[in-house]
Each structure stands twice: as C-alpha cells, then as structure tokens.
C-alpha cells in the first residue's frame, strides 16, 4: 500500500474512533460527562458509568440496604455487587446516547437512550421496543462514600 493509501486509511479510523477518545479521556464526574458515579432516583443504587469498547458501560457499585443485610442478587444467584446493567454506545445525534439497560433483579434488557440535562443530571429511559413505550429515571452525581461490600454509606 502507497504512503498516500495509509494515511487515507489512517485518517479513517481517527474520524471513526474521535467519538470513543472523547469518552475515555473525560474524567469522572466531569459535568457535561455520564461518566462517573450515580446515584439511581431512588437512592438505593450507585452505578459507576465508565468508558468501554464501544462506548460507556454502567456497573452496580453500591446498594443500599440495611446493616447485615446480604447483597442482593440477580436471576442466576450472583451478587448484584459488580454487575453491568448499562451498555451505551457513542453518542448517537444531538447527545443522546443508544444502547441496553438490563433489570438486576430479573435479567430483562430493555432498549434505553441516556443522556445529560443542563444540570448535570444523567437521564436514562429504558423501553421495550421503541422509546415512546418507556420509562425515564433521573440520577444525580454520587459523592458520598461506598463502604466495603457494595454498601451506600
């Protein structure tokens, strides 16, 4: 391949691949970021959203639950500590990102669209189909502290 045919093709995979290197060189917890730690709307779950092979990928990283209390776990009796619920691809047209969300408790995967408002709060909306049949959650930036065990202190 001429000199001219591998930049061509070098130039290429830096346009395709500029998407992916935005999201692993934002810091967690940077505004205008999902990636980080979140607190789900609920307050009983944390999730760390962080940079993965075709996007960003959301793992539980706290669960509230009283003391002495076991872990919960998911459909095939793992810990729920751990486990990935979020699989975003790169952001898709006007910051909204595509990709899975799966239910901990039951293992469904449902479509979901995520993205952040002007207030640095992450929006996720999973759906079964299209997203018109869906539900939204807002989370908001986790600060506090997770204690051993997957535990929110």
């Keep these: 391949m001429s000199v001219l045919g591998r930049f061509r093709v070098l ?10 290197a935005g999201l692993q060189s ?22 760390e959203v962080t940079p993965c092979s075709n996007g960003l990928c959301g793992r539980i990283v706290g669960i509230g639950r009283a003391p ?3 872990v919960p776990t998911d459909v095939h009796g793992q ?3 751990g ?9 898709a047209s006007g910051g909204v990102w595509d990709g899975s969300v799966t239910d901990p408790r039951d293992g469904s995967t449902y479509g979901a669209q995520l993205w952040l408002d002007n207030k640095d709060r992450l929006h996720i909306r ?10 939204t959650q807002t989370w908001t930036r986790y600060t506090g502290q997770l204690s051993e065990g997957c535990r929110i202190s």
Excluded: H, M, N
């Excluded at 130039?11 to 992916?20: C, G, K, Q, S, Y």
């Excluded at 486990?83 to 952001?91: D, G, Q, R």
């Excluded at 999973?126 to 539900?135: K, N």
């Design 26 to 47: 934002a810091k967690a917890g940077e505004p205008g970021s999902p990636v980080g730690y979140w607190l789900t709307e609920r307050g009983d779950g944390v999730i």
């Design 126 to 135: 999973g759906y079964l189909g299209i997203p018109l049949f869906g539900r």
């Design 83 to 91: 486990l990935t619920i979020l699989t975003i691809e790169v952001p």
């Design 68 to 70: 002495g209390e076991p």
């Design 79 to 81: 810990s729920q500590c």
């Design 11 to 20: 130039a290429i995979l830096a346009a395709a691949l500029a998407p992916v």
